[in-house]
């Protein structure tokens, strides 16, 4: 191994990029390319690097121009969209066990008032903000502050 190779090599900043890593960058200048931030031409000439990238800092160059690195157009994709309803799901699950876990002693042991009314009610506000950070539902608050 040459000098300079095992110098590269040993440094904790050179890491091979994965299949994986470089699929996400090319999912991020495709929807550039969509959005209009890129021309065709930038696009194939940026997909063709990151198809040729060897390392995550080859990655890194290609999508600094583009807004907050090109993270924000990845949540507007339908993948993404897919990802979190089905977080959302899972959410909403996780609530509806825990809640007839809760009813369930509450009738079990008899007691006098309706005590899971709070965990509930901190499960549903819980689910409702996560349904709303994801866009199910609408955030009515945006209107007011245009």
């Not at 040459?2 to 996400?24: F, G, K, N, Q």
């Not at 907050?68 to 909403?92: D, F, I, K, Q, Y």
């Not at 509930?120 to 199910?136: Q, T």
């Amino acid at each position: 191994m040459s000098t300079e190779l095992a110098t590269r090599a040993d440094s904790p900043t050179v890491i091979r990029a994965s299949d994986s890593e470089r699929e996400y960058v090319a999912r991020i200048m495709q929807a550039a390319a969509a959005q209009g931030l890129l021309s065709l031409d930038e696009a194939d000439e940026r997909m063709a690097a990151v198809y040729g990238a060897r390392t995550r800092a080859d990655l890194v160059p290609l999508t600094a121009d583009l807004p907050e690195g090109g993270r924000r157009l990845m949540e507007n994709t339908p993948e993404a969209r897919r990802v979190a309803r089905s977080g959302l799901t899972r959410h909403a699950i996780t609530v509806a066990v825990i809640a007839v876990v809760l009813v369930g002693v509450f009738f079990a042991t008899g007691a006098p008032f309706f005590w899971p009314a709070w965990p509930l009610a901190f499960m549903a506000l819980s689910l409702y903000g996560h349904a709303r950070r994801i866009g199910v539902v609408p955030d009515r608050r945006r209107h007011w502050h245009r």
